[in-house]
C-alpha cells in the first residue's frame, strides 16, 4: 500500500492543490477506485502523498466530473443563497425548466440531477439581489471564493438615512 510520511499532505488534499477537483470530489474519486498513486491503485480515505507522487485520474472521474453544472441565478430579494432558514425558501427553488433564460445558448438540458449537490459559491443576504452562482463543481467555487481567488466582486449598497462621517 502506498503510504506518504505523516507531514505529507491527504490524497485528496493534494489533489485539490493541483487543481484536479475539489476536496470532497477526491473523496469520492478515490472511494470509487478512480486514483492511482505512482502506479498503486488507492481506494482508502486518509492516505498521505508525498508531494512529489505521480497521480493519475481514471477517465471516469473526468466523464463524471463534465457531467457536473454550474447555473447563474438572478436572486431576488426574499430568497436565502443556500439553506432554508427561519421560513425562507432557498433560491434553489427557482431553478426550474420553465425559469431558464430563453438566450441560453448551452445544450445541456435541465435533469432534477443537476440540482443535487449543487451549492451557492458565495452568499447574497436575504434582502439582496443579484447574480449567484451555484455549481456542482468545486474547482469552480475555489476559483470563485477560495483563499486564493483572485476574482474582483463588486457591490452596490443603498443605505436609508445619513452615513456619518
Not at 57 to 76: E, G, N
Not at 94 to 119: M, T, V, Y
Not at 128 to 141: E, N, Y
Amino acid at each position: 500500500m502506498h503510504q506518504g510520511k505523516p507531514e505529507d499532505p491527504r490524497l485528496s488534499k493534494r489533489m485539490g492543490e493541483l487543481g484536479l477537483c475539489s476536496r470532497r470530489e477526491a473523496e469520492k474519486w478515490i472511494v470509487n477506485g478512480w486514483v492511482k498513486v505512482d502506479g498503486q491503485d488507492i481506494d482508502t480515505l486518509g492516505v498521505r502523498v508525498s508531494p512529489q507522487a505521480r497521480i493519475e485520474i481514471d477517465p471516469a472521474a473526468r466523464d463524471h466530473q463534465s457531467s457536473q453544472v454550474t447555473i447563474l441565478l438572478h436572486k431576488p430579494v426574499g430568497y436565502v443563497s443556500g439553506q432554508a432558514e427561519d421560513g425562507y425558501e432557498p433560491a434553489v427553488v427557482l431553478i426550474k425548466p420553465e425559469n431558464r433564460w430563453s438566450g441560453d445558448p448551452s445544450p445541456i438540458r435541465f435533469q432534477h440531477g443537476h440540482l443535487q449537490g449543487l451549492a451557492p459559491a458565495g452568499r447574497l443576504d436575504i434582502d439582496s439581489t443579484g447574480l449567484l452562482v451555484l455549481t456542482q463543481d468545486g474547482r469552480i467555487a475555489k476559483q470563485l471564493i477560495g483563499q486564493d481567488s483572485a476574482i474582483e466582486k463588486e457591490y452596490l449598497v443603498r443605505v436609508e438615512g445619513n452615513l456619518a462621517e
